[in-house]
């Protein structure tokens, strides 16, 4: 059966596309590296027809598929599992700009399309695609609708289920369901789209989608600000939601261990307020303008001089070009490479309502410290959206590796305990993956896994596509 299968995949996609041997860690292991595994094949299809063709292929020799963007994702969504019977269908190939819509405001794309390219297309039409994240040169428009997402620009335009209008999907027959509409309005029956958006290739494979398009920002201005607390941090963002309105369309928050880190491994940035005595916190705003520079530098002072006034802001800068602004957003999104830089560390993606924030931070932090002495919290993540990029580092003499071995489990019971008590999320942007599906099990209510498993046996009653993601494997 495995020469027959081979030999029908070489078929559907010319030998040249279907790898068996050689060092395929690229496809086998996360981007993490927390799992290993070994692929019958990576199949690296080009077109949807051909992507059709494998899965019909691997349908009938009942072969388990797992789709794959640009592997960048972070909780093991994409990985083939340790049998060696799993077939990688890889949509590296299936790159091309479809259609852009000047009047419809959309851009139509291949899956594999990477996010970075179609953002350039969109600025190249004269319009802004606004999904922006720290992997865009290498994730892929196919892999951010299967995990559905997040990112910098969600506090004004959503995440990535928010951004598109339609999709085309082989589904786990091997059919091909083309839903690429540019409607903004078809409530024509169930919205598949959304059931296929963030289901991480579990329910069949997004082979292109069509995006909304926005006009590109006249004037946008960034600020980086020191806060007393985060509870002030909250007051700020709501400052800027009544100031801003629609042209706040960013706000980061950075914890001073955070910004340490990045002054200690990257010493070349520039890191305002790093280590200022009073400011536990930084926050970084950007106000995008329709209008002109000076009406957006006049809404973004005026607002900090309010900010002041409330006491909520201790200090800040305003970016004067462009260049000081991408060096500014640099220093948040160097945050998670310094800390690579200094140990392996337990990463949590949670979400949680603004407003309960500051007391879910308070009463986490003292949780961990109280419970794993010289533990380093690692604090940061888009505020405007209620996400937190909540990671935990070893104590500074401690072994990365034992830390992580030790206390792992103890360390994720104890911080998503706190999220569900808090009313939040333990996954806000990142997807269940393989990672989670534990906790999935454990927070999410029995009604909604029941309507999941019936969801997922109704499209996929062989239980081929990604299995093992999302949904446990009983």
Same mark, same amino acid.
């Given at each position: 059966?495995? &020469? ?32 290993? /595994? ?9 077109? &949807? ?12 020799? @009942?072969?388990?598929?797992? +789709? ?6 972070? %909780?093991?969504? %994409? ?12 949509? &590296? ?24 390219? =179609? ?8 319009? =802004? ?7 865009? !040169? ?13 990112? &910098?620009?969600?506090?004004?335009? @959503? ?7 339609? $999709? ?5 027959? /091997? ?19 959304? =059931?296929?958006?963030?289901?991480? !290739? ?12 926005? +006009?590109? +920002? ?10 007393? %607390? ?16 629609? !042209?706040?369309? !960013? ?15 990257? +010493? ?16 970084? $705003? ?16 005026? $607002?900090?001089?309010?900010?002041? #006034? ?31 830089? #200094? ?8 979400? =949680? ?17 109280? #419970? ?11 505020? *405007? ?14 072994? *990365? ?31 269940? *993956? ?29 239980? $081929? ?10």
């Amino acid at each position: 059966m495995t &020469t027959a299968l081979l030999d029908a995949l070489r078929s559907a996609v010319g030998p040249a596309h279907v790898l068996t041997n050689g060092d395929l860690t690229a496809y086998e292991r996360d981007w993490r590296g927390r799992m290993q /595994g070994k692929a019958l094949a990576v199949v690296r299809p080009a077109s &949807t027809r051909e992507v059709a063709a494998v899965v019909k292929a691997c349908a009938a020799a @009942g072969a388990a598929i797992i +789709p794959q963007g640009g592997n960048t994702g972070l %909780s093991v969504g %994409s990985t083939p599992d340790a049998s060696g019977t799993q077939v990688v269908v890889s949509l &590296t190939r299936m790159q091309a700009i479809r259609a852009v819509d000047a009047d419809n405001l959309t851009i139509t794309v291949e899956a594999g399309c990477i996010l970075q390219n =179609l953002q350039q297309a969109a600025q190249q039409a004269g319009f =802004l695609f606004p999904l922006s994240l720290a992997a865009e !040169g290498s994730c892929t428009i196919g892999g951010n609708l299967g995990a559905n997402a997040g990112g &910098t620009q969600v506090v004004r335009y @959503g995440n990535t289920r928010e951004l598109c209008l339609g $999709l085309e999907v082989v589904t786990p027959q /091997g059919d091909i369901w083309d839903g690429l509409t540019g409607l903004r309005k078809d409530n024509t029956g169930y919205d598949l789209r959304n =059931l296929f958006i963030g289901s991480e !290739g579990t329910l069949g494979i997004i082979t292109a989608a069509t995006m909304k398009l926005f +006009p590109q +920002p006249v004037a946008r201005l960034t600020a980086f600000a020191a806060v007393p %607390s985060m509870e002030a941090a909250v007051r700020l963002l709501g400052l800027a939601h009544r100031h801003l309105s629609a !042209g706040l369309t !960013g706000f980061e928050v950075m914890g001073q261990f955070a910004l340490s880190l990045v002054v200690k491994h990257m +010493p070349q940035l520039r890191v305002p307020f790093a280590g200022m005595d009073g400011a536990p916190y930084c926050v970084l $705003l950007e106000n995008s303008d329709s209008e002109s520079e000076e009406h957006a530098r006049q809404r973004f002072e005026s $607002l900090l001089e309010l900010a002041f #006034e409330d006491s909520c802001v201790l200090d800040a800068v305003v970016a004067e070009n462009l260049t000081q602004a991408h060096d500014l957003w640099h220093v948040r999104e160097s945050i998670p490479l310094a800390q690579a830089q #200094e140990g392996l560390n337990i990463k949590h993606d949670i979400s =949680l309502p603004t407003s309960r924030i500051p007391a879910f931070v308070e009463h986490t932090d003292a949780l961990l410290q109280r #419970e794993i002495a010289g533990v380093r919290l690692v604090n940061f993540g888009h505020l *405007g959206d209620g996400n937190l990029h909540y990671n935990v580092q070893a104590p500074a003499d401690a072994d *990365g590796k034992a830390f992580l071995r030790e206390q792992e489990p103890r360390v994720n019971a104890l911080v998503y305990e706190a999220v569900a008590q808090f009313g939040g999320s333990f996954s806000a942007e990142h997807g269940v *993956g393989q990672l989670k599906t534990a906790q999935l099990e454990r927070y999410e209510s029995p009604v909604a896994l029941t309507m999941m498993r019936a969801i997922k046996q109704a499209l996929d009653p062989q239980n $081929l596509m990604n299995p093992g993601c999302v949904l446990a494997t009983n």
